[in-house]
């Protein structure tokens, strides 16, 4: 079992993330039926949650592929060169970047892991010539195309 700060979640406050992992839209009267809880105290305790950063966002998850974004490439990005600046640039140029999904700085023959969602081969292609491929700080890149989605959690195991 993992182990956290004692001082500032306990385990009401595991089993509200938990429950939120699962719903993010549970009112506060369901997610307190759900943790065995009042209302009033389990508001309170989301909210601490919220001013802590335990929990960021609230967001929907949609489906990619019935928006027709459903084709998944991995890219593996080599920079010409590393220093905190490039860096940093670098990071600004994706986050520009709508199909830019995730964005990891990685150890290894490459710097950067970007997933990237586009809606056909033939899109990827242009995204790479047209968008990424113009950045003159990439060394080189190197692309994984997703055959099929096997698991995919956003949920942290508590």
């Known amino acids: 079992m993992p182990s956290y700060p004692s001082e500032q979640l306990d385990s009401i406050d595991i089993d509200i993330l938990r429950a939120l992992q699962e719903d993010a839209r549970l009112s506060t009267r369901s997610l307190a039926a759900k943790v065995h809880r009042s209302p009033t105290p389990v508001f309170e305790r989301v909210r601490r949650l919220e001013a802590n950063g335990y929990i960021s966002r609230y967001v929907t998850i949609l ?14 990005v080599k920079l010409r060169q590393i220093n905190r600046e490039i860096a940093t640039r670098f990071v600004s140029l994706i986050n520009e970047l709508d199909e830019v999904t995730e964005c990891y700085n990685v150890s290894g023959s490459f710097d950067y892991l970007l997933k990237i969602h586009a809606s056909s081969m033939a899109a990827y292609r242009d995204f790479v010539l047209n968008k990424l491929g113009a950045f003159d700080l990439i060394g080189s890149i190197e692309s994984t195309f997703v055959m099929s989605e096997l698991k995919h959690e956003y949920s942290i195991p508590l």
């Open 63 to 76: 489906d990619a592929d019935k928006l027709g974004h459903g084709f998944i490439v991995f890219c593996q």
